[in-house]
Every structure is written in structure tokens, then in C-alpha cells.
């Protein structure tokens, strides 16, 4: 079974500080997954997304995501925050049945960012 | 622009009534999906589809239904026995069914049952 757990629920930084959503997950294979972004009243936007290449992975407008097996994470991090980085965000674990490709979403951490 | 339309933005039904919601792509993707989305939570899986005349239940997918006649289009449809129907509707479409694809998501139908 696949599970993920985003350990935060609220994250505030003040603009230009460092930025880490926390993410650990929970897969019986090889997992893919991906961070993705919503803005309110919108639908998701890719961030970036792993896939057993490189361990470090890097995504648009700053972030990049680090796997790590041995701790079963998948943080997600940007050295300085922006206004428009308010948002919410979902870490994503993906997973391929005999009835194709599921993904299962975590509960979203919705990101601040104050002045 | 090639990307993932759903219509209409925002859809008001009175309880008892049926109402379908649009997704089209024309990114040229095998594979579809239904999401729902309710405050807190994450989304989870109505239905998909991985080609035309194709498609398996979800996670959610008692009162809803769907279908896939052309590979560009899957509506859905909420019915009358989907008990608690108010929320927003995401549809997606990846290329194939590899776990590693990427699903790309249009911009979101908000369902408010009166």
C-alpha cells in the first residue's frame, strides 16, 4: 500500500528566508513522486517530480526536492521565499496498478508568506 | 495553447438532479482521471480511464459515473445518490500508465449543491 504524510498542515516564513515543507511516504515498490502546487480556486501545478534518477531533484521557481530512501522523505525546499509562493502545496506518491497509473495525495500543507 | 479545459467553472444544482461536468484535453493523453477535492484533504480518485471505451472505478466512486467515447473527452456526471456531492472537481490526463508520467490537471469545476 502507499501512503504519504505531509507533517505540516500550516508552514508561515517571512519573504526571503528559507522555505521546507516535510513530506515522508510509505510505498511496497519503487516510488515516483512529485510535489505539486495550487493556488486558490485553481488546479494543480507540477513543482518538479522523482523518478529514480537523481536524488536531489530540481523543479520551477526555486524548489528542488530531495529523496531520501533510508528516511522514506521528500522535502521540499527553497532557499528565499516569495509573496507569490502563497499556496498550497501536495506531496505525491505514485504507483502503477493492473488498472494503470494512481496516484495518492497527501493532505497539503498550505504555505504563508508574510513582509 | 495545448492543455486541460473543464466547464463550466462553478455549477449550482438543486439536490435531486443530476449535472455533468466537462473535461477536455488536447494534449493527445491515453489516460484520464477524476478527482475530488474537500477542504483538508487531499485529493482522491473517482474515476479513470486508460483508453476510449475504457475506464475502472476509483477510490470514491459510488454516485458518480462517466465515460470515455472519445479520447479527447471524459465527462462526469454526479447523480442524484451521490450523498454529499458539494466540492471541486479536478480532471487530469497523463500519456500513458506508467507510474512515473506525469498527470497534468485542468483548472477545476466548484459543485455547490443547493
Known amino acids: 500500500a502507499q501512503s504519504v504524510t505531509q507533517l505540516d498542515s500550516h508552514v508561515s516564513v517571512s519573504e526571503g528566508t528559507p522555505v521546507l515543507l516535510r513530506c515522508n511516504y510509505s510505498?511496497?515498490?519503487?516510488?515516483?513522486l512529485f510535489w505539486y502546487v495550487q493556488h486558490p480556486n485553481k488546479g494543480l501545478q507540477l513543482l518538479l517530480k522523482y523518478t529514480s534518477a537523481a536524488t536531489l531533484v530540481k523543479g520551477i521557481n526555486g524548489f528542488e526536492a530531495e529523496f531520501k530512501k533510508s528516511e522514506t522523505s521528500f522535502h521540499l525546499t527553497k532557499p528565499s521565499a516569495h509573496m507569490s509562493d502563497a499556496a498550497e502545496y501536495f506531496c505525491?506518491?505514485?504507483?502503477?496498478?493492473?488498472?494503470?497509473?494512481?496516484?495518492?495525495f497527501g493532505t497539503g500543507t498550505q504555505l504563508k508568506v508574510e513582509l | 495553447d495545448g492543455g486541460i479545459t473543464q466547464s463550466p467553472k462553478y455549477l449550482f444544482r438543486k439536490e435531486g438532479q443530476n449535472v455533468t461536468l466537462s473535461c477536455e484535453q488536447n494534449l493527445n493523453h491515453d489516460a484520464m482521471y477524476w478527482y475530488r477535492q474537500d477542504p483538508g484533504q487531499g485529493l482522491r480518485l473517482i474515476y479513470y480511464s486508460q483508453i476510449v471505451n475504457d475506464f475502472q472505478k476509483g477510490d470514491i466512486a459510488e454516485g458518480y459515473s462517466v465515460s470515455r467515447e472519445k479520447k479527447e473527452s471524459f465527462p462526469l456526471t454526479v447523480t442524484s445518490a451521490q450523498k454529499n456531492p458539494t466540492a471541486f472537481y479536478l480532471c487530469?490526463?497523463?500519456?500513458?500508465?506508467?507510474?512515473?508520467?506525469?498527470?497534468?490537471f485542468g483548472p477545476g469545476t466548484r459543485l455547490t449543491v443547493l
Open positions: 505525491v506518491v505514485s504507483y502503477f496498478t493492473g488498472g494503470g497509473n494512481k496516484l495518492t
Open positions: 487530469a490526463s497523463s500519456a500513458d500508465r506508467r507510474s512515473t508520467d506525469t498527470q497534468y
Open positions: 510505498s511496497s515498490y519503487s516510488p515516483s
